[in-house]
Every structure is written in C-alpha cells, then in structure tokens.
C-alpha cells in the first residue's frame, strides 16, 4: 500500500511540473515600468477614503409610504 501511494504521489508530482508554465522575465527599463505604472493609474486619483468604509446603498431603504407589512398585505389577501 506504501508503495502504491508513493507511486501515485510521484505521478501527481510529474504531471503538476510538466503543467507549470515560468513567467518571462521583465525586460522593459525602469523608465517604461513608470510609465506603464503612470497610465494605469485611475484618471481621478486617490478620493482619500477607502472603498469599503462607503456604507452599503441597499441596506438603508427608505420606509414603505403606507406603512403597511408584508404580513398585513398578506393577511388581507386571505379574506
């Protein structure tokens, strides 16, 4: 059994090495990096407040106009 995983794990190791694919390296001078970095960059800048201290638009619903529930609403279906 020791052996028969063994074998197993070394297949699984092969085939994980044969998939990997290395990433070519950077050849761009520094000055182009900056560049690339410079037009990535949003047109409006930083706002100064992060995204996630925004509180959430749909959990502050406004209040239904007549006042009525759903369980008023579904009550008055019934009758």
């Given at each position: ?17 044969a ?41 502050h ?19």
């Amino acid at each position: 059994m020791n052996k028969r995983l063994q074998k197993r794990h070394d297949r699984q190791v092969s085939r994980a090495k044969a998939r990997v694919k290395l990433s070519e390296p950077d050849v761009r001078t520094p000055e182009q990096v900056r560049a690339a970095r410079e037009a990535s960059r949003p047109a409006g800048g930083r706002t100064g407040q992060p995204l996630y201290a925004v509180p959430s638009v749909h959990n502050h619903a406004p209040p239904a106009a007549d006042g009525t529930t759903k369980a008023e609403v579904k009550g008055d279906d019934a009758s």
